[in-house]
Nanobody, 122 residues
Framework: QVQLVESGGGLVQAGGSLRLSCAASGLTSSTYAMGWFRQAPGKEREFVAALSWMTVIYADSVKGRFTISRGNAKNTVYLQMNSLKPEDTAVYYC?????????????????WGQGTQVTVSS
């Protein structure tokens, strides 16, 4: 059974930083693409960043501020978030795609975590 567990969310002032972690268990391959999405109240879930073994992609709104990376153990994915803005406030979700291609569409991802709240105060 695949499980994705996010951690690292919290309350931070604008301009601050947070690092989100996603611990994956039950994945049968280290070549899965992993992604981060977020959902603000009243809005649809939106793509933030994703990586595969050969590609890293970011939403324009976070490019240059957020960095997605894999841990040494390959079953952990991080999202380093710098220069945070109030509009970054959302529940952040980790997702795994069984195909080894990083994509922006949430419908392509097969497994999801429960989410972690990030709140950025102005």
């Amino acid at each position: 059974q695949v499980q994705l567990v996010e951690s690292g969310g919290g309350l931070v002032q604008a301009g601050g930083s947070l690092r989100l972690s996603c611990a994956a268990s039950g994945l049968t391959s280290s070549t899965y693409a992993m992604g981060w999405f977020r959902q603000a109240p009243g809005k649809e879930r939106e793509f933030v960043a994703a990586l595969s073994w050969m590609t890293v992609i970011y939403a324009d709104s976070v490019k240059g501020r957020f960095t997605i990376s894999r841990g040494n153990a390959k079953n952990t994915v991080y999202l380093q978030m710098n220069s945070l803005k109030p509009e970054d406030t959302a529940v952040y979700y980790c997702a795994a795609d069984t195909t080894p291609v990083a994509v922006t569409s949430a419908g392509n991802y097969d497994y999801w975590g429960q989410g972690t709240q990030v709140t950025v105060s102005s």
